[in-house]
């Protein structure tokens, strides 16, 4: 929202920049400055905290591109213009734009020359400004949908696997080092952002406060994987228990083992599920999908070797790539 401040206050001044400034320099000075200037790190210092709002305050004007263009409009016309209630005839203005030559020895402006100034603004919707009015409540220009929202402020946190899948509060700092507490929702995922609405940076004018917006991160597991709510896991199994059938134990996420029955002639890649122990959200809970691997061994000391070689005599003659070469030919 447009202010008297932005036409006494030279925001890009306040931060050290120029005019051209980009958004990522523009971000870099802002958190030098507040790491510089924070209270907490300046315990009782008034002039400190003072600084610390005026820098605030300039970047939640400035990183705002809408804002930001408003803001440099507004400046472009010249820091004469004064605001107060009243209007024309009233006290209300002085100095009205002085890029228009109104001053000492100056033209005399008449009701349409207001009248012309006020539809510049934006009175009425007919102004490039968009919807702003001066407003006799408050004593100053306003509009543009209300006051100004506070900027958001982001922190980042790298999880461990279990800890995103069974959820956890914890404590983080902001990027400008302010120190706060997240509850981690069970199920959060890679890439997520978990938003804390009204935590952020305040409103230079009196609007709703910024939030706070953590990026996550979670570390791989050396075991589990996620699909969707769903848990995989690989789980290897020797010749005989794929062959002749067994009963295996299988981990879960931070949970005892279970126990799961592997049928006679299981081959490699066939999945054994376990109801309700995935991930558990509000939204729902996955299954744990075990997946069945069949482990050859490396090394075979002559007796098991000699009985391999019996059993290859004695197995079926059946050839297993029979089907796939058949689907090669077409």
């Known amino acids: 929202m447009a202010s008297q401040d932005w036409f006494d206050k ?28 924070h209270p907490d790190s300046n315990q009782g210092d008034t002039a400190a905290e003072a600084r610390f709002k005026e820098i605030s305050e300039a970047y939640a004007v400035l990183s705002d591109p809408e804002q930001r263009e408003e803001y440099d409009q507004i ?25 228009f030559g109104q001053g000492r020895g100056g033209r005399t402006y008449s009701a349409q020359d207001f009248d012309d100034i006020f539809t510049m603004f934006g009175q009425g919707g ?26 958001d402020v982001t922190a980042r946190t790298t999880l461990d696997f279990t800890t995103a899948a069974k959820g956890e509060t914890i404590s983080l700092q902001s990027e400008d080092g302010k120190p706060f507490k997240v509850k981690i929702p069970a199920g959060v995922a890679d890439g ?32 589990f994987t996620r699909d969707g ?9 020797t010749f005989t228990e794929a062959a002749l059938g067994a009963t295996i134990e299988v981990p879960t996420l931070g949970e005892d083992p279970v126990r799961l029955r592997v049928a006679p002639g299981t081959p490699s890649g066939r999945i054994l599920r376990v109801k309700g122990r ?10 744990l999908l ?27 003659k059946e050839n297993p790539r029979a089907e796939l070469m058949a689907k090669a030919r077409g």
Request: charged share 20%.
């Open 75 to 99: 400046r472009a016309m010249g820091s004469g213009a004064r605001f107060t209630a009243g209007g024309p005839g009233a006290g209300g203005f002085e100095d009205v734009f002085s890029q």
């Open 278 to 287: 995935g991930i558990q959200t509000q939204k729902g809970t996955g299954d």
């Open 229 to 237: 709510l769903n848990l995989r896991v690989v789980v290897p199994v």
């Open 10 to 37: 030279d925001f890009y001044q306040v931060l050290g920049v120029d005019k051209g400034v980009s958004a990522a320099d523009l971000k870099k000075t802002y958190r030098k400055l507040a790491r510089q200037y």
């Open 192 to 223: 997520q952002k978990i938003r804390l609405p009204g935590r952020g940076r305040p409103s230079p004018d009196g609007g709703e406060n910024g939030d706070i917006v953590v990026q996550v991160t979670v570390r791989p597991h050396p075991v």
């Open 290 to 316: 075990a997946e069945v691997q069949v482990a050859v061994p490396s090394h075979l000391d002559a007796a098991a070797k000699e009985a391999l070689e019996r059993f290859q005599d004695l197995e079926p």
């Open 126 to 151: 007919g102004g490039r400004f968009g919807s702003g009015t001066f407003g006799q409540t408050t004593g100053g220009f306003r509009g543009y949908g209300g006051p100004t929202r506070g900027a």
